[in-house]
């Protein structure tokens, strides 16, 4: 009986091992102890880099890094001080992202936050930014709420209303189509946000929403609720959610031959939709933050680096977190300390072109800005619109 | 669309999802047949099929029927090894030590999976091994050859499975030990060895539903056995868990039921409707729809 015993404390054991090793993967950012004592201002990340959404929290990190890389080349802040970046894993959850921000606030007092990317997470973790007077940008989260938590939290992106309206004016006028369906995740903020402004300014401009069909992010099966839209024969069908269910989504509507106009928010701007989706996701419509195709100074100057450094074309969320560090490190320097009251108040003051546009933020600590449209064609991006808001 | 042509292809969906839960279903129900053991960590190797099969594809590039067999083949070993090392040291223990360790197999697997690199927790898209062709049964309903390969090959190993169940020596082996473990024993019927072999022949065929979901759905992850899994249990309890043709329907009806809550418009409670219906199956008929009331022994 006791060899029993100790056999399933071994399993239990070697379980729980499995658990915890996964979340305690050495960061890339954390300071070696071999590098001679320096001062530093440290800047916590909050971001997806493994999980459902990967490719978003991968992108933003190695934008961020790059930011902070060039602007301590040329001096850091306050006076010669560098940029240290502490980036957290949440693993695309809610959960986690509340963990570490209450672990970069307490454990390694960072100055200030950027993050998180999915509106669901940033819910999640800006509060406890809020509550610890600690300013936050998130460089991607879309959703209204997420700067109505407090005066601490900025973003550095549009809205959903603006995106949901880009959306279905385009729809509209440039592609004539007047009846649409829609399919909207339920657990996430993001998604039933979107589907409900393009719902409005869809109709608001004379078109008909035929069908509005739900699924929770576990579903893998997805053609059930695709014959029911097929059944109402809409001309375009809006999928405003993030890449890793919209891949699948679009791939199985084309096999059972549902023939419409697919479009959706800035979730599926990412290299995976095509791994996904495969030739499914071509002729397919996206409204986004920012395109490389855009011709201004800062996005040329943007791209050489970006290239020059990973050796691939920056995605918008990668042009986000560049321009939110910018924009932190802006801050400090205009608040001419670490103090997060400081910081905030310059933020709210702040004026500043990055990659994807101008942005000044009004008082909720939203920006005003123009979006894209992109379209998708033989499994690339291409600029297809501006839109002003 | 007419309603009936939205009705058949809503039934189309539904069998070729149920086939899959009915593969899965099978290795529950032998398993639990032979040793009375819940294997929670089933949905897992179909997780596991369902990626061995992918590399098979992407990194060998082997064809899609080589790749199912190597999944089969590669699970079958697992299995094996899992019951080896995870339940047969607690054989005599009591069942629900057997139960949570099944439980703490399934989160190391899913555990595992996300630790080694090159799996990790993002979803990666299926690749096309198959020219997709449509065959139109009616107009505007129409079946991919995806579907109809997953509900061939779903078919075709459920005849095999039946095959070696009643008419090899093994099949009967196992037969026997189903019934009485001890008498079989007696009887000069290698225990260890006809288990061992159960644990193969049912994870090699939810390695084959792994393959065929990841076809069908295009996308495979390392949670994606947690919920055909948790169906394809109460495909099993509904069947008549221990019966083999039960998994079978009992699957079939899961697949079919789910698919028609989201034709109804109510996607939301697809899920919550499979496991309403294990509820009910428990409190009014706990032997399922093929199970005879036995009487425990005390």
Known sequence: ?389 | MTITQQVIQQLINGISLGSVYALIALGYTMVYGIIRLINFAHGEVFMIGAFVGYFAITVLGLPFIAAIIIAMVFCAILGMIVERLAYKPLRKAHRVAALMTAVGVSMFFQNAAIALKWIGASPKGFPRVIEVQRYHIMENVSITSDRLLTMGVALLLMFLLQFIVHKTLMGKAMRAVSLDKDTAQLMGINVDKTISFTFALGSALAAAAGVLFALNYGVVVYQMGLLPGLKAFVSAVLGGIGIIPGAMLGGMLIGIVEVSVSAAGYSMVRDAVAFTILILVLLVRPAGLFGKNVREKV
């Open chain 1, 1 to 389: 009986m006791k060899r029993k015993m100790f056999l399933v404390l071994v399993i239990v054991l070697i379980a729980a091992l499995a658990l915890s090793g996964c979340g305690k993967k050495p960061d890339a950012t954390t300071p070696t102890p071999q590098q001679p004592v320096e001062e530093f201002i440290k800047i916590g990340s909050v971001m997806p880099v493994t999980g459902a959404i990967a490719t978003f929290g991968v992108s933003s990190v190695e934008a961020i890094e790059l930011a902070f890389k060039e602007i301590n080349a040329e001096g850091g802040v306050l006076g010669g001080k560098k940029l240290k970046l502490y980036n957290e894993d949440n693993r695309s959850t809610a959960e986690e992202t509340a963990t570490a921000f209450q672990k970069l606030i307490e454990q390694e007092k960072v100055v200030a936050i950027i993050g998180s990317v999915a509106s669901s997470h940033s819910l999640a973790g800006a509060p406890i930014a809020q509550d610890a007077k600690i300013p936050t940008i998130s460089p991607t989260s879309t959703n209204p709420a997420v700067t109505l938590i407090g005066d601490y939290i900025f973003r550095a992106c549009f809205l959903d209303p603006f995106q949901g309206e880009m959306m279905a004016k385009f729809a509209l006028n440039e592609l004539g189509l007047t009846t649409a369906a829609m399919i909207v995740e339920q657990e996430s903020d993001y998604a039933k946000g979107l589907a409900q402004f393009f719902k409005q300014h869809f109709e608001a401009g004379g078109g008909t929403v035929v069908q509005t069909e739900e699924f929770s992010n576990q579903d893998k099966d997805f053609t059930a609720i695709l014959t029911n839209i097929k059944a109402k024969n809409p001309e375009f069908v809006y999928i405003p959610s993030y890449y890793d269910t919209v891949g699948p989504i679009l791939r199985q509507a084309k096999d059972m031959e549902l023939n419409a106009q697919f479009g959706g928010g800035d979730g599926w701007d990412s290299a995976d939709l095509f791994d996904l989706a495969g030739d499914a996701a071509n002729g397919g419509f996206f409204s986004n933050h920012y395109s490389p195709d855009i011709d201004s100074p800062e996005v040329k100057k943007f791209l050489a680096s970006y290239m020059a450094e990973y050796g691939k074309v920056p995605d918008a969320l990668a042009a986000l977190a560049y321009d939110a560090a910018y924009l932190m490190a802006r801050a400090i320097d205009a608040a001419g300390s670490t103090d997060g009251t400081a910081i905030r108040d310059a933020l709210a003051a702040i004026t500043f072109t990055g990659v994807s546009g101008n942005i000044v933020f009004d008082a909720n600590g939203d920006p005003v800005k123009t979006g894209v449209i992109v379209g998708i064609e033989n499994q690339t991006q291409v600029y297809k619109a501006t839109i002003q808001p």
